[in-house]
């Protein structure tokens, strides 16, 4: 392939091993576990981005 596949593209945008590991996994749960896993990152991201906006 002359682009590569969807996983090779992420793991080479993605450079920590652990995060990718657990995004693999995390693609396995069902899809109930994944919205509820992905709601929390969000907020935690959101959390994250607004106390730098803060700082500045």
């Known amino acids: 392939m002359v682009n ?4 090779n593209k992420i793991e080479q945008t993605i450079e920590d091993a ?3 590991k657990h ?3 995390l693609d ?3 899809e109930e576990e994944k919205k509820s ?4 990152m969000a907020a935690l991201i959101r959390d994250y981005n607004a106390k730098q906006a803060y700082l500045l």
Do not use: R, S, T, Y
């Not at 590569?4 to 996983?7: E, L, R, S, V």
């Open 23 to 25: 995004f693999k996994q």
């Open 28 to 30: 396995q749960l069902p």
């Open 18 to 20: 652990e995060l990718i």
């Open 37 to 40: 896993i992905l709601k929390v």
């Open 4 to 7: 590569g596949d969807k996983a």
